[in-house]
């Protein structure tokens, strides 16, 4: 069983919470992931490290509310506890060696994409940080990725926090205001990301992105996270989350993604029903 330290509420779908668990964040690195079960008969689901503190020995993870176990989740409160909160699992992100990174990440996967940049920026790199949301009441960790950027370039669709514009509309700013990049890290929709990488093939800058959107038992058994990487199948659960951008095929993985979309509301929508029973 693994107590909920804090619990905090950072937009209307997304939800922070800092768990005790000391020996996973021991050995955690920026890229990983848990694997967790809400109750005994709970589904299992893996959620990225958002952060760590070794000395305290907690772990953060961010969720969005999308389907029954996030709900499930987002109904404990600090002060409960988490069936089970295994991991860190996942090859970590690899950040050595770079000297200047431009960080993307769109909606919830800034939560992943904060700790690289974090990581990144204590390693001496200089860090220009590209995060987007549709609007601002959906915009998550801010002040985080001031604290750990040399640039910030926060983007909404309908301009109503920051600059109206996608993502990429940024980076394309930054790669032709003279910037050069040893690297860029995407995160966030597919969709996000397959425009990212389509932008800096013409280019030429390496781009790597996470697969984590993708993942569902975080084992490789399921297949669930099955994709093509330059005409090889592989896993992102056991093979990433992260893969080189150019290579991966990410019109196959949108379709797949697609799939069970109408399942995932429908059993929220359930799971939703139960709990407005017993309150």
Do not use: W
Request: glycine share 10%; charged share 25%; net charge negative.
């Amino acid at each position: 069983m693994y107590k909920i330290l804090k619990k905090q509420v950072l937009n209307p779908t997304v939800t922070l919470m800092e768990v005790d668990a000391p020996l996973i964040a021991k050995k955690a690195e920026p890229g990983q992931f848990i694997i967790l079960r809400v109750d005994e008969n709970g589904e299992r689901i893996p959620l990225t490290v958002a952060d760590f503190d070794r000395e305290k020995g907690t772990v953060t993870i961010i969720f969005q509310i999308v389907g029954a176990t996030t709900e499930k989740l987002n109904h404990l409160n600090e002060g409960e506890f988490i069936h089970d909160f295994v991991g860190p699992l996942g090859v970590p992100s690899h950040t050595e060696g770079l000297k200047k990174v431009a960080v993307v990440g769109g909606g919830v996967g800034c939560a992943i994409a904060y700790p690289i940049a974090k990581k990144l920026h204590n390693q001496g790199c200089e860090v220009h940080s590209i995060v987007g949301f549709r609007n601002k009441d959906l915009v998550i960790l801010e002040d985080e990725f001031k604290a750990c950027s040399d640039v910030v370039k926060m983007m909404t669709d309908d301009g109503s926090h920051g600059t109206k514009g996608l993502v990429t509309d940024a980076l394309k700013e930054l790669i032709e205001a003279g910037n050069k990049y040893d690297e860029v890290i995407a995160i966030g929709p597919l969709v996000m990301m397959k425009f990212v990488c389509k932008l800096t093939k013409e280019y030429d800058i390496k781009t790597v992105v996470s697969m984590n959107p993708i993942m569902i038992d975080g084992t490789g058994m399921c297949g669930g996270c099955r994709l093509t990487v330059s005409g090889e199948t592989k896993f992102a659960c056991v093979d990433g989350p992260d893969f080189d951008g150019h290579l991966v095929d990410f019109d196959e993985a949108l379709e797949r993604g697609a799939m069970y979309k109408e399942f995932e509301q429908k059993k929220r929508e359930e799971t939703c029903n139960l709990f407005k029973g017993v309150e």
